[in-house]
């Protein structure tokens, strides 16, 4: 590779991304040949021994982010290669198998971007309780997948486990460090966490077709807030003398009314509406969210773009997806199966990108 740069290095990096896309994007595994990827790798190989030959002319932010994404997306080659092998061992059972690995994924970018270092008295312990009920039914979906799973797939399996029984641990921190410190604290707190669910509700509802909203995130929203009401009311009547905590309780009062009143609506209409015509309109919420993208992400430097921003985004992409997966289950339709690989494909791709745009960012404010 003549006239080596780190631009250099990047598209084709890109360029290999665009290639393995074009081989492998919405195919099914076990008809694909697992030597095709084996190009794919040797080029990845190949810039990364590139990367290195620069040496200390590779002393920046953008040297490190790239080795980074050189290493991600050569690990997501050799595991492709890999998994398109035991597709073709194990047949259709290894795409419903894989469906439930992309899913028990998206949980673990989850936890990572909504607990990971962050301090437990400020996390929403709902959310972890809905992460802990999707790897437990992901796991049953996995164990049912086929009658004996292959060694490289149990592993998968132990996975689940293992971060099961490490959220559930960290359930108990987080519960236990909401309820600590003083009397002020514990009320301020309780205002932060009603705050971020009110967040919540604005992002994911305020204006949002009912049809496309899923009933189960407002459920746990309600079901937090009136965990926090509960806690604030119980300071009160054991002696807090506080306007501001009496002032938050009537306002999570009247958002509480406001939310139920709201999942009533969402469930009324999309009781009156066949599936696939949910189906269809989750479709169309997915291509506005991809018209977002591009026109906030695509061609923009990674340096000034929104990376919170992207993560709420990719939080309403999920939803979308296990809303598709789940009208799925109950029913099959070509056209949500299809939609479905183009909305995991275009996760995985922002869940990427989103993690090179923090490593720019953060390097750069280093």
């Avoid at 049912?144 to 292959?150: H, I, V």
């Avoid at 949910?278 to 929104?306: H, P």
């Avoid at 791709?349 to 490593?359: D, K, P, R, V």
Wanted: charged share 30%; aromatic share 6%; no cysteine.
């Amino acid at each position: 590779m003549s006239d080596t740069t780190l631009e250099s290095i990047e598209k084709l990096l890109n360029e290999t991304r665009e290639a393995f896309a074009r081989e492998f994007a919405g195919k099914d595994r076990h008809l694909l040949d697992p030597s095709t990827v084996d190009p794919m790798v040797a080029t990845v190989k190949k810039a990364m021994a590139s990367l290195d030959a620069l040496g200390a002319l590779t002393a920046s932010e953008g040297s490190a982010a790239l080795r980074t994404a050189l290493e991600g997306q050569l690990a997501i080659f050799e595991r492709e290669k890999r998994m398109t092998v035991l597709a073709r061992e194990m047949g259709p059972a290894f795409d419903r198998f894989a469906i439930e690995g992309a899913a028990a994924n998206f949980v673990f970018d989850r936890y990572a971007r909504h607990f990971a270092g962050q301090g437990r008295d400020s996390r929403d312990v709902g959310l972890l309780r809905e992460m802990l009920d999707d790897l437990r039914q992901i796991k049953k979906r996995m164990l049912g997948a086929t009658k004996k799973l292959p060694d490289a797939l149990q592993a998968d399996v132990n996975l689940v486990q293992d971060n099961l029984d490490r959220y559930t641990a960290e359930e108990r921190e987080i519960a236990t460090a909401i309820a600590a410190g003083t009397t002020e604290e514990r009320a301020d707190r309780l205002a932060m966490l009603a705050n971020q669910q009110f967040a919540i509700y604005q992002a994911f509802f305020a204006g949002q077709s009912r049809l496309t909203r899923r009933p189960a995130l407002l459920v746990r929203l309600i079901d937090n807030l009136k965990r926090y009401r509960g806690a604030m009311f119980e300071l009160k009547s054991k002696g807090l003398d506080s306007q501001s905590n009496t002032d938050n309780i009537a306002v999570v009062d009247g958002r509480l009314e406001a939310y139920e009143t709201e999942l009533a609506e969402i469930r009324k209409v999309r009781s009156g509406i066949k599936l696939n015509e949910i189906m269809s309109n989750l479709g169309g919420a997915a291509n506005e969210l991809f018209e977002q993208y591009r026109n906030e992400y695509a061609n923009k430097s990674r340096t000034t773009v929104s990376a919170p921003n992207l993560s709420i985004m990719i939080d309403k992409l999920d939803e979308i997806r296990r809303q598709m997966e789940e009208l799925g289950r109950v029913e099959k339709n070509d056209a949500n199966i299809g939609n479905q690989r183009v909305v995991r494909e275009y996760q995985f791709a922002w869940i990427q990108e989103l993690q090179a745009i923090l490593q720019v960012q953060v390097a750069v404010a280093t």
